[in-house]
């Protein structure tokens, strides 16, 4: 599967982006997805992920409450809608696909991986 990340940009605090992921390739649905972002110095960290078939979904709990992980699966799409941002969440941001597994929806063990798009919050 090939993965195109979209959507980033700069925003002031505060304020909404919407992150998208297209694939392109194998079935869609047979992937579990992620979102990982990595800020200047800093360790990857998983952000969100979401099931294949959208029936379960993760957040970190910097995001949570904040971000909203979300797919179609007609549209071999996923979405990352970050609401209420801040000068921390200022990061490329990376989606990621692994074949459906039993593996925690937490692990961040991805085998498929977009470029990235980076998110410049200011204050």
């Known amino acids: 599967v090939q993965l195109q990340a979209s959507g980033g940009g700069l925003v002031q605090a505060g304020g909404s982006l919407r992150l998208s992921c297209a694939a392109s390739g194998r079935s869609f649905s047979t992937y579990d997805m992620g979102w990982f972002r990595q800020a200047p110095g800093k360790e990857r960290e998983l952000v969100a992920a979401?099931?294949?078939?959208?029936?379960?979904?993760y957040s970190a709990d910097s995001v949570k409450g904040r971000f909203t992980i979300s797919r179609d699966n007609a549209k071999n799409t996923m979405y990352l809608q970050m609401n209420s941002l801040k000068p921390e969440d200022t990061a490329v941001y990376y989606c990621?696909?692994?074949?459906?597994?039993?593996?925690?929806?937490?692990?961040?063990?991805?085998?498929?991986w977009g470029q990235g798009t980076k998110v410049t919050v200011s204050s």
């Open positions: 979401i099931r294949w078939n959208g029936g379960s979904t």
């Open positions: 990621a696909a692994r074949i459906r597994t039993t593996y925690s929806i937490k692990n961040d063990r991805y085998d498929y």
